[in-house]
């Protein structure tokens, strides 16, 4: 029960990394805030953490607007408490070509990853600042840092988090404020997914090419606990070496 008592708010928590990072920090004692853009999702993930004695609250929000994260916070801080952590993972990846890529889905994914992240952060800054003790994980992405056929956006939009987080780690580490960033590598999820058939699916995991969402549970815990509390700016980067393929 490392964060017993802590409460967090965990974007994109309806499905594939979000979900396994809530249903982490639920049972390592956190009061979770299970915010995605669709409700069912979000309520489901909350059911699934209150079955096991964990506290969840549903919150639907989407993460590029900026009236809507700031109600979402408010709304955490006036049922849950003031939020000690946030784990921003909230995120989409359609597959294009930048000759073929219109202008609407590149500023949805800046939007949804970029702008989200730092309306988040923004957010939850003064509650963490006020305190003295706050905790940020930033999902990033190896692909911010080495690029992807059909998916520069993405990748555009990992790498600015990748510096969004070291920039604002150095902003809030006078404050007590700790901002690292998690770069997962090939994860099955549902985002993985879409760029594969299911045969090509199942075999990458068959052969080991592909993480679980549970994998990178243990260090997200760790990075919200006290344990990390020497670590800010620091990119945890977990790459699987492609085998076969």
């Known amino acids: 029960m490392q964060l017993e008592d802590k409460v967090a708010i965990v974007t994109g928590a309806g499905s594939g990394l979000g979900r396994a990072f ?14 995605d853009l669709a409700e069912e999702r979000a309520s489901q993930v ?15 929000v989407d993460v590029s607007q900026t009236p809507q994260v700031q109600g ?3 709304r955490v801080r006036f049922q849950l408490g003031a939020p000690d952590i946030l ?12 000759m073929e890529m219109p202008d609407e889905e590149w500023d949805r994914m800046i939007a949804i990853h970029l702008r989200g992240t730092f309306l988040f952060c923004r957010a939850v800054l003064p509650d963490m600042v006020q305190r003295g003790n706050g905790k940020i994980v930033n999902v990033a992405s190896s692909i911010g840092l080495k690029g992807a056929v059909n998916g520069a956006h993405y990748a555009a939009a990992k790498g600015g988090i990748i510096a969004f987080t070291r920039s604002l780690a150095m902003e ?3 404050h007590g404020v700790s901002v690292n960033a998690l770069c997962p590598g090939q994860t099955d999820t549902p985002l993985w997914r879409l760029g594969y058939s299911d045969e090509d ?8 090419n592909v993480g679980r969402p549970d994998d990178m549970v243990g260090c997200v815990v760790f990075l919200c606990s006290d344990q990390s509390r020497p670590l800010t700016g620091q ?5 699987i070496p492609m085998k076969g393929l």
């Open 87 to 98: 784990l921003n993972a909230a995120g989409i990846y359609p597959r294009r070509s930048v």
């Open 22 to 35: 809530a249903l982490g920090l639920a049972r390592e004692g956190a009061r979770v805030a299970v915010a």
């Open 172 to 174: 809030m580490a006078p």
């Open 235 to 239: 990119i945890m980067l977990r790459d």
């Open 201 to 208: 699916a199942q075999r990458a995991l068959d052969i080991g």
């Open 46 to 60: 909350a059911q699934e953490i209150a079955a096991t004695g964990g506290k969840a609250l549903p919150v639907v």
């Open 72 to 74: 979402a916070v408010d």
